[in-house]
């Protein structure tokens, strides 16, 4: 008897000490983040925007067809000393509490990137709130506010059409990368491996962007873009890489899932498109009598989608034909993506991290020369392995009677 007291004193005491709703907010007491720009002041304080959403107004435009019920979101900024303090700071301007577990973008301003962006991570991975699934973009050219405030015509909240952008144009052109912010915290923080960002871009008119004209327009006068690869350096943004130079890159990286080849044929360049579908690459770190070596080997498998010239794909010597130049020209991207990434001595691509967990003992000779001797004498031998998997609906050329005067 004596013991079921015991028990139930345990439990009321329980009871008293932890209550379920202590922390608890109302939802009409919260605003709802979206996305937050972070930016580098001209006095040197941080910046902290936040891409509130207006939920009325969102139902709202979707139901009228363009948003002509206002605005679907807000952009609130602050400064202070540290992101923290910026955060803590809007608090005078809003009648709501931030709260930020719905936010899946954090932008980042081009003059805050080269400063470092390791003081301003920390702060938004400390929120218990805060999403670090959350993706990263660099606002380039341009400030983290300007490129929030851009309204876009598609999807209501420019923060979710960034994130379907980046994932879209990584699964089917291979040019840009998909990174959040644990991934970039981990790669600042890492010794074998430079970090390398998307970009984002404001092509247009950047003050209309911000009105909501510009989604009333067939063509709107500002449109966010993705333009080049930001590469990062100690957690600094070092140098842009262009966009025509980006997948030899993440190919290496395994990033790309599908994009396009185009080669020359019977002295026609650009003559035949083959289109991947479907890629796999082995990176593979090779250590002898002390010295390091990168093996990459690249399969790719894919579909002929266009022929500007007759070619008959139905002849097995010309199928191999073309497979070799597809392979030839992935092997130009990669070798000379290497080439660059050695002379600039940013090893973007983790070969530093594949040897420290292949061969953790010689690593510890390499880490600290690395980025400096190391990485640029590497050598890194490429294969590559093409399959043409289908030719379309027609394998045989059209004749070509207009040509022929028939």
């Given amino acids: 008897m004596i013991g079921k007291w015991r028990r139930l004193v345990v439990v009321l005491i329980c009871t008293a000490v932890l209550p379920g709703c202590w922390s ?7 605003a709802l983040v979206f996305a937050i720009g972070l930016d580098l002041t001209e006095k040197g304080e941080y910046e902290m925007s936040v891409q509130v959403v207006n939920p009325g107004n969102v139902a709202g435009a979707t139901q009228r067809g363009g ?11 602050a400064t202070g000393d540290s992101p923290m303090e910026a955060n803590l700071k809007m608090s ?10 719905h936010a899946n973008l954090v932008v980042i301003g081009e003059s805050l990137a080269r400063k470092g962006v390791a003081h301003a991570l920390d702060a938004l991975e400390r929120n218990s709130e805060f999403r670090t699934t959350s993706r990263v973009v660099i606002a380039r050219g341009q400030s983290a506010k300007e490129t929030l405030k851009v309204l876009t015509p598609i999807a209501k909240v420019s923060s979710n059409q960034i994130q379907s952008m980046l994932s879209h ?6 040019h840009t990368v998909e990174i959040d912010v644990w991934e970039l915290f981990h790669d600042i923080y890492s010794t074998g491996v430079n970090s390398v960002v998307s970009g984002i871009n404001i092509v247009g008119n950047r003050a209309d962007g911000a009105k909501q004209t510009n989604v009333q327009s067939t063509e709107p006068e500002a449109r966010l873009v993705l333009d080049g690869l930001g590469v990062f350096k100690q957690g600094k943004l070092d140098y842009w890489i262009p966009t025509n130079g980006t997948r030899g890159v993440l ?3 395994n990033k790309v899932r599908q994009t396009n080849i185009t080669v020359a044929w019977q002295g026609k360049p650009e003559a035949i498109g083959y289109h991947i579908v479907r890629t796999n690459v082995s990176v593979r770190p090779h250590m002898k009598n002390g010295k390091p070596s990168i093996k990459i080997r690249v399969e790719a498998l894919g579909d002929i989608l266009e022929t500007l010239v007759p070619v008959n794909l139905a002849d097995a010597d010309q199928i191999n034909r073309i497979e070799k ?6 092997w130009k991207e990669l070798t000379a993506a290497v080439r660059n990434m050695k002379e600039r001595k940013t090893d973007v691509f983790g070969f530093g991290e594949q040897f420290e967990r292949n061969y953790p003992k010689d690593w510890r000779k390499l880490e600290a020369d690395w ?24 394998i045989k050329p059209f004749k070509r009677t207009v040509e022929l005067g028939g």
């Fill in 251 to 253: 190919w290496i990286m």
């Fill in 92 to 101: 005078l301007k809003l009648s709501r509490i931030l709260y930020y577990g």
């Fill in 371 to 394: 980025f400096s001797v190391h990485f640029p004498q590497l050598d890194v031998s490429v294969e590559v392995n093409a399959i043409i998997r289908t030719a379309g609906l027609r």
């Fill in 67 to 77: 948003g002509a019920g206002g605005v679907p979101y807000t952009v609130i900024s």
């Fill in 24 to 30: 608890q907010n109302e939802l009409n007491d919260l």
């Fill in 169 to 174: 144009s990584q699964t089917l052109w291979g």
């Fill in 325 to 330: 130049l597809i392979e030839h020209s992935i």
